[in-house]
């Protein structure tokens, strides 16, 4: 029995030595597997940002690991060649803990010790644990600067991100205390959620929200105020019909001038069973284009006015190679929403719901003969709406409610009572707007 004790023992002895090294051996391989996965996920979107390991050192208890990110052609824009991070990580029993320095970068060191006489007020840990959870926390102290003769007083704010051990999986949690401008502007608390899943680079199926609670301008001009904005995307993907559904929700309790204000005002913006593939491929084209564009504009040595001058320039010459990949999102059952459309205006309410979805597969050159036979969109779209206005925010256009054409047998509003009434719906091949045919060719 003794024996035994002994051997129970020894094991744990042996598990406990052993369990640092372990740690360590097992922080490495995700940190190496992770940027090897990083650099191919920017290479197959045409980037050159790349993250690059400058050395690990693994000893018994510790490491510490200097790594950077080079931007390439982003350090046009930023002003800076590669962001340099020098992580020293304590190997535990169950896992590693890792604080992330900035310490080799000249440009955060020069703005610590000028603008904040020293006190770096920037914290970041990450917890490596063994069973394959990773948790980043980074945190920000708040600080005061002065620009421009004017106090900015920056609040504390920290985010969580943690993820499983593939970094197929993402819950990130972050909260900000605000800033303020004395006199001038005040911004309280900001919160961010997000949890998303990995289908592919380009595809992550979730949820993401930001909450401001409040906010007030005011200068020599102007005073603006709001209450309680909140911002969700969400995206879903249906495997078996292999298609995504994106969503966009704006709310906000109160938004004030000095001349008006609206108040429980809220949208949602989707874009419904969107074809997977084709959404990969014309992300990828698109994010591709404009990756080269940034080369090209890096490489060009000009001023910031004229960089984005080229920009905008290259950007519209995508526009006609963009056609092949767009036409690959045609395809039937693709909807455009405006859905839970709501304002309360000093004028009145509002009030809103539109779709708008293809009957079938499409390309952009069948959309041409619309152009000459009208009547011929009750083939391609279905189309559903319901929207109400209060007179008085068009001023009581007549033409509002007179017929725009004579195919039309009323106008494209109602007026009842105080309010402007319009519904318009596609039904066995025909158009009906405020419940009455409309005849388009």
Same mark, same amino acid.
Request: aromatic content about 8%.
């Given at each position: ?52 390991? $400058? ?69 970041? &840990? ?14 920000? !102290? ?11 007083? $920056? ?13 197929? !999986?993402?819950? @990130?949690?972050? @909260?900000?205390?605000? =800033?303020?401008?004395?006199?001038? /502007? ?8 997000? !949890? ?27 005073? $603006? ?54 959404? &990969? ?5 698109? @994010? ?67 779709? =708008? ?33 209060? @007179? ?22 109602? !007026? ?14 025909? /158009? ?10």
């Amino acid at each position: 029995m003794k024996k035994i004790g002994i051997a129970i023992v020894f094991i744990i002895l042996i598990a406990g030595i052993g369990s640092p090294i372990f740690s360590g051996i097992m922080m490495e391989r995700v940190v190496t597997e992770s940027f090897e996965d990083m650099n191919k996920m920017y290479a197959d979107r045409g980037s050159d940002v790349a993250l690059e390991i $400058i050395r690990y050192d693994r000893n018994f208890l510790s490491s510490e690991i200097e790594w950077k990110i080079n931007l390439g052609s982003l350090n046009t824009f930023y002003g800076i060649d590669d962001i340099v991070l020098v992580e020293r990580a304590d190997h535990g029993f169950s896992g590693v803990t890792a604080k992330t320095s900035l310490e080799k970068n000249k440009w955060f060191s020069d703005w610590v010790e000028n603008k904040l006489d020293g006190k770096n007020p920037l914290d970041i &840990e990450t917890r490596y644990e063994v069973l394959g959870n990773i948790e980043s926390t980074i945190s920000l !102290k708040g600080f005061s600067i002065t620009e421009n003769d004017e106090v900015i007083n $920056i609040l504390p704010a920290q985010l969580s991100v943690q993820s499983d051990i593939d970094f197929n !999986k993402f819950t @990130s949690h972050g @909260s900000w205390d605000g =800033l303020s401008v004395p006199e001038k /502007l005040k911004v309280d608390a900001i919160s961010f959620d997000s !949890k998303l899943d990995k289908i592919s680079n380009f595809v992550w199926q979730g949820d993401t929200s930001i909450t401001a609670t409040q906010a007030t301008l005011n200068d020599n001009q102007n005073h $603006i105020a709001f209450s309680n904005f909140k911002c969700r995307y969400n995206m879903d993907y249906d495997k078996e019909e292999k298609s995504l559904s994106l969503g966009m929700e704006y709310g906000i309790d109160s938004f004030k001038t000095q001349e008006d204000e609206i108040t429980d005002a809220f949208i949602r913006l989707g874009i419904n069973r969107v074809d997977a593939q084709g959404y &990969e491929d014309f992300v990828t084209f698109y @994010s591709t284009e404009v990756n080269k564009i940034m080369k090209k504009i890096a490489g060009s040595q000009q001023t910031p006015y004229e960089m984005t001058q080229m920009m905008e320039d290259e950007l519209l010459k995508i526009g006609p190679r963009l056609i092949g990949p767009a036409e690959q999102l045609l395809k039937k059952g693709l909807e455009i929403e405006i859905a839970g459309l709501k304002a309360q205006l000093p004028q009145g309410n509002i009030k809103g719901d539109l779709s =708008l979805s293809l009957n079938k597969d499409m390309t952009m050159a069948q959309f041409i003969p619309i152009a000459m036979q009208p009547g011929a969109a009750l083939d391609i779209f279905s189309l559903k709406t319901d929207i109400t206005l209060p @007179s008085k925010l068009t001023g009581d256009n007549p033409a509002l409610l007179a017929p725009a054409f004579d195919g039309m047998q009323t106008g494209l509003f109602l !007026k009842e009572g105080d309010n402007l009434i319009h519904t318009a719906e596609t039904r066995d091949g025909k /158009l009906f707007v405020n419940e009455k045919e409309v005849v388009l060719n």
